[in-house]
């Protein structure tokens, strides 16, 4: 492959990544944890924009329950916006020849 079309297939690119980026930074990700007792918002920048809890999952004598039913929802909701990226990203890069990578 010659040097000048390896050039511009990168450029290409690279302006795909940057498009899939912004998308993806638009998006809102959503997930719970406990049938719903927990739910939890997150947008494409990783900020955590909401969270709600069902007033059926607040004990105050068994408030690591709870605890744990944020943990498994935020971190459902963290690999989902993950997986999405992956995905995306994996998409543009897909069968591409890169000598060394």
Known sequence: ???QKMLKE???MQGKMAKTQAELATQVYESEAGGGAVKVKL???GLITAITISPDAVDKEDVEALEDLLQAAVNSVLKKKEDASKDAMG???KGLKIPGM
Request: hydrophobic fraction near 35%; glycine fraction near 8%.
């Open 1 to 3: 492959m010659d040097m």
């Open 91 to 93: 998409d543009i890069t």
């Open 43 to 45: 947008n494409g920048h």
């Open 10 to 12: 990168m450029q290409k």
